[in-house]
T-cell receptor, first 110, second 114 residues
Framework: QQPVQSPQAVILREGEDAVINCSSSKALYSVHWYRQKHGEAPVFLMILLKGGEQKGHDKISASFNEKKQQSSLYLTASQLSYSGTYFCGTEETSGSRLTFGEGTQLTVNP | DSGVTQTPKHLITATGQRVTLRCSPRSGDLSVYWYQQSLDQGLQFLIQYYNGEERAKGNILERFSAQQFPDLHSELNLSSLELGDSALYFC?????????????FGDGTRLSIL
């Protein structure tokens, strides 16, 4: 079942914050986050496995709620380099294939 | 550079033709995944191989087939091509297939059907 990402698109000014959500109607085993710049390959950001987990690096972090049905990606003090399309990929059972959301297009302007 | 190599980068062909896309995974990775991405769309999972064996199948058409060879490189064969097959085809690899395995994507092959 494909996860639902929101918003579909967001435009920020440099230094502003953004939150991207990824939701499922079922409990998930894991959530993977990727960023894809236009015409390039998706790049892995992070994986969340446990309910209540939070992780991050630099100013990009993510959380996985206790029910394991929603994950949020947090981008703080955004930089121009954060522009791109962010995809969540969800796994329903251990070792099953990833199903990706439709993506959230993030544009950071100077 | 993800370490995943895909060739060719671009392919232009006509309807009804057959093409082969090639993928070399990162050194040490045993799993290979194929995805299709149509214009401004998400990533549609096609198929996964692990150490030479098919492990999972997604929305792969019967006209498409894939295999993973003993040296772990993989090929995706697309036949009787239709206009709607025009897309970016990505290969990704991971060490294994567990839930804590990030997938590393190649730069993709852009297929254009005329």
């Amino acid at each position: 079942q494909q996860p639902v990402q929101s918003p579909q698109a967001v435009i920020l000014r440099e230094g502003e914050d953004a939150v991207i959500n990824c939701s499922s109607s079922k409990a998930l085993y894991s959530v993977h986050w990727y960023r894809q710049k236009h015409g390039e390959a998706p790049v892995f950001l992070m994986i969340l496995l446990k309910g209540g987990e939070q992780k991050g690096h630099d100013k990009i972090s993510a959380s996985f709620n206790e029910k394991k049905q929603q994950s949020s990606l947090y981008l703080t003090a955004s930089q121009l380099s954060y522009s791109g399309t962010y995809f969540c990929g969800t796994e329903e059972t251990s070792g099953s294939r990833l199903t990706f959301g439709e993506g959230t297009q993030l544009t950071v302007n100077p | 550079d993800s370490g995943v190599t895909q060739t060719p980068k671009h392919l232009i062909t006509a309807t009804g033709q057959r093409v082969t896309l090639r993928c070399s995974p990162r050194s040490g990775d045993l799993s290979v995944y194929w995805y299709q991405q149509s214009l401004d769309q998400g990533l549609q999972f096609l198929i996964q191989y692990y150490n030479g064996e098919e492990r999972a199948k997604g929305n792969i058409l019967e006209r498409f087939s894939a295999q993973q060879f003993p040296d772990l490189h993989s090929e995706l064969n697309l036949s009787s091509l239709e206009l709607g097959d025009s897309a970016l085809y990505f290969c990704a690899s991971s060490v294994s297939w567990g839930s804590n395995q990030p997938q590393h994507f190649g730069d993709g092959t852009r297929l254009s059907i005329l």
